[in-house]
C-alpha cells in the first residue's frame, strides 16, 4: 500500500521569504500523481499544485513550485515570496493513476507565516 | 461552475444516535470520495462512489456507510455515534479521466463539523 510522510509537522517562515515543505512517499508504482493541497484555518480545502510522474519537468504555479525526484519518492513544495494568506495546513497527497485507487494523504505541515 | 457543497456545515449528536450528511459535486463530477479529518488522524480515507457504486472502501466499521444518487450527489451515514467520530467529514469530487484533461484532481466541500456528545 501506497504511503506518504511528511516529517515536519510545523514550520514557520517570515514574510516575503522563501521556504520548502518536505513530502516523500512509497510506492511500487511508476505511474501516479502527486498533489499539495491548502487547509487555511477554518476554510476549505484547496489544490496548490499537481505533478505527473511521467513528467520530468517540475510542475510550478505562480509563487509555488515542486521539487519532484522520482528516484528518490520525494515531492516537495517551494513557495517563494510567502505572504500571510499562505499561512495554512499544508497536505500532500499521491494518487495511483490505476482505475479504482483512492487519494492517500500525508498527515499535513501547518505553516505559520510570521509578519 | 459552482463547487462542492455539503449540508449541513454543523451538527451536534448524542452517543448511540445516527447522523446523515450530504454532499453534492460540482456539476458533471461523477466522483464522489469522503474523508474524516481529526486532529490526532489527519485525513482518513472513508469511500468514494462512481456512478451509484461504492468503488473504493477505507478501514472503517460498517456503522460508516453511504450512497450516491443518479445525480451524482452522495450521502454518507453512520449508526450509533461514539464519541471518537467526532470529526471534520470532508466530501471531495472529481471528474473522469479524459484524454487532455485534468486527471483525478479532487474539489473539496467545505466539510461538515459533527460533535458527538
Known amino acids: 500500500a501506497q504511503t506518504v510522510t511528511q516529517s515536519q509537522p510545523e514550520m514557520s517562515v517570515q514574510e516575503a521569504e522563501t521556504v520548502t515543505l518536505s513530502c516523500t512517499y512509497d510506492?511500487?508504482?511508476?505511474?501516479?500523481?502527486l498533489f499539495w493541497y491548502k487547509q487555511p484555518p477554518s476554510r476549505q480545502m484547496i489544490l496548490v499544485i499537481r505533478?505527473?510522474?511521467?513528467?520530468?519537468q517540475n510542475a510550478t504555479e505562480n509563487r509555488f513550485s515542486v521539487n519532484f525526484q522520482k528516484a528518490a519518492k520525494s515531492f516537495s513544495l517551494k513557495i517563494s515570496d510567502s505572504q500571510l494568506g499562505d499561512a495554512a495546513m499544508y497536505f500532500c497527497?499521491?494518487?495511483?493513476?490505476?482505475?479504482?485507487?483512492?487519494?492517500?494523504f500525508g498527515p499535513g505541515t501547518r505553516l505559520s507565516v510570521l509578519p | 461552475k459552482a463547487g462542492v457543497t455539503q449540508t449541513p456545515r454543523y451538527l451536534i449528536k448524542t452517543r448511540g444516535q445516527q447522523v446523515t450528511l450530504s454532499c453534492s459535486p460540482i456539476?458533471?463530477?461523477?466522483?464522489v470520495s469522503w474523508y474524516q479529518q481529526t486532529p490526532g488522524q489527519g485525513l482518513q480515507f472513508l469511500f468514494e462512489y462512481f456512478s451509484e457504486t461504492q468503488r473504493n472502501k477505507g478501514n472503517f466499521p460498517g456503522r460508516f456507510s453511504g450512497r450516491q444518487f443518479s445525480n451524482s450527489r452522495s450521502e454518507m451515514n453512520v449508526s450509533t455515534l461514539e464519541l471518537g467520530d467526532s470529526a471534520l467529514y470532508l466530501c471531495a469530487s472529481s471528474a473522469q479521466p479524459a484524454a487532455g484533461g485534468r486527471h483525478y484532481e479532487q474539489y473539496f466541500g467545505p466539510g461538515t463539523r459533527l460533535t458527538v456528545t
Open positions: 497527497a499521491y494518487r495511483s493513476r490505476r482505475v479504482n485507487q483512492n487519494f492517500v
Open positions: 510506492t511500487s508504482e511508476s505511474d501516479y500523481y
Open positions: 505533478q505527473e510522474a511521467y513528467k520530468q
Open positions: 456539476s458533471g463530477h461523477r466522483s
